[in-house]
């Protein structure tokens, strides 16, 4: 097994070395708490918000989407208590324990918040902020789409955006920066039904994460104590991940996301109500929420392995280490990678009218440079479910070979057969 540590600094080589994510702006010595995601990163990314949107939204009649502004009316944050409660301590400021308990200065609280300006005129009547979270445009949208949308409560809104938070202490590679994605679902209910649907949540929560192959002694609830509760929350359950790192103070156990009952402090906030037959009243919500960002590094961390000595399909010999990354099906960047053997024509000719034939239905790579067992190494590194080979007799048989990442069985299967066989695969997952 790969220590804590190590794993973490192979991850963040993997991640640069293969084209995951790497600091923004590198160039220049990047800027801390902010990443770009590279051409395997955006895969993953949009994978994992591709399955939480089918799971969540696509598939339930009692959910419908949203894509609100990043800056929206100031009066929205002033409502919520942004502007005067979210806040955090900067300690920096304080006592230095590290060098004799000199004294840097008073503590003092910022606002976690980033400020912008709109309009050509920079006053206060311009400040405006990123949001810090996607809920709040949800709330404030809560009429225009229960009514647009003829949705009658129990019911949710969900969405998909960037949110940004001036952390202090931004680290951990991806765990907590400063830009994010989140994936929210505020659910409205009935205040007479909120705990049922706080635990169904919380469940369906759970078992997504399993679903898509977190191993399930590596994923755990934690129930917030009293003391513990934000104001607006009832109750509040962590899904936790057991990261490889010190997180939130302690070693491994930390946040992957959260699922709060924020009873109905948030439409109150804004002087939203629901009516129907039996009254007027103002719904609880329960807010299943998370980080893209946190998510992708879970399901990387979850899917590493490392082999020593490596494995191989072909008669080379390899001593090498050798990484797979076991992603989920669903969630690989790269689903087919095809594998010409010889770069040469004719072979070149019939292995690109292969990729042509999938490109359109599967995400495709194609790999013609050094040996098939280092390029079989590649795609195993990078989580490429499957790898199909294009050799000299498939220019007579019309077959190629599929090889599978987790089994390293080989099939050939007719060349107008693999769009089937691949469909047939992915639907397994």
């Known amino acids: 097994m790969t220590p804590p540590d190590d794993l973490m600094s192979k991850l963040v080589s993997l991640g640069k070395r293969r084209g995951f994510v790497f600091p923004t702006a590198e160039i220049y010595g990047g800027l801390q708490g902010f990443w770009d995601w590279g051409p395997l990163g955006v895969e993953l990314k949009n994978n994992i918000k591709r399955m939480w949107w089918q799971r969540f939204v696509q598939e339930r009649m009692d959910v419908v989407g949203l894509d609100s502004a990043i800056v929206t009316n100031p009066e929205v944050w002033n409502r919520s208590g ?54 709040q445009n949800i709330f404030v949208n809560f009429e225009t789409v229960r009514t647009t949308s003829r949705l009658k409560v129990p019911f949710g809104i969900a969405q998909i955006g960037k949110a940004f938070r001036n952390e202090i202490t931004p680290g951990n590679f991806i765990f907590r920066t400063r830009e994010f994605e989140q994936m929210e679902l505020e659910f409205f209910v009935s205040p007479k039904e909120d705990q049922k649907w706080f635990e169904y ?17 590596s994923i755990r609830q934690y129930h917030q104590k009293k003391e513990e509760l934000a104001h607006y929350a009832k109750a509040t359950v962590d899904v936790e991940f057991n990261w490889p790192f010190s997180s939130q103070g302690g070693k491994g156990w930390g946040e992957l996301m959260g699922i709060a009952n924020r009873t109905d402090f948030d439409l109150k906030a804004h002087n939203l109500k629901y009516k129907d037959e039996s009254g007027e009243f103002t719904p609880y919500v329960i807010e299943p929420s998370f980080g893209v960002e946190r998510a992708a590094l879970a399901f990387l961390i979850n899917a590493y392995e490392e082999i020593e000595g490596g494995r191989t399909t072909t008669t080379e010999s390899n001593k090498e280490t050798e990484v797979v990354l076991r992603l989920h099906k669903s969630l690989a960047p790269i689903k087919v990678a095809v594998l010409p053997l010889s770069k040469k024509e004719p072979l070149a000719k019939l292995a690109t009218e292969v990729f042509d034939s999938l490109k359109s239905k599967f995400m495709c790579a194609y790999d013609e440079v050094s040996s098939i067992g280092r390029r079989y190494r590649r795609q195993d590194e990078v989580g490429t479910p499957y790898c199909v080979t294009v050799d000299f007799e498939s220019l007579e048989d019309k077959k190629a070979t599929v090889r599978d990442r987790d089994t390293m069985k080989q099939e050939r299967i007719p060349i107008a057969e693999l769009n089937d066989y691949c469909r047939d695969k992915f639907n397994e997952s």
């Open 201 to 217: 949540w919380v469940e369906e929560s759970m078992k997504w994460f399993t679903d898509l192959g977190i191993k399930s002694d």
């Open 82 to 135: 942004h502007l005067t409660g979210f806040k955090k301590d900067d300690l920096s400021s304080g006592a230095c324990p590290d060098c004799g308990g000199k004294d840097l200065g008073t503590p003092r609280q910022f606002n976690l918040m980033l400020k912008t300006q709109v309009g050509p005129v920079q006053d206060s009547g311009s400040d405006a902020f990123l949001r810090p979270e996607t809920a």
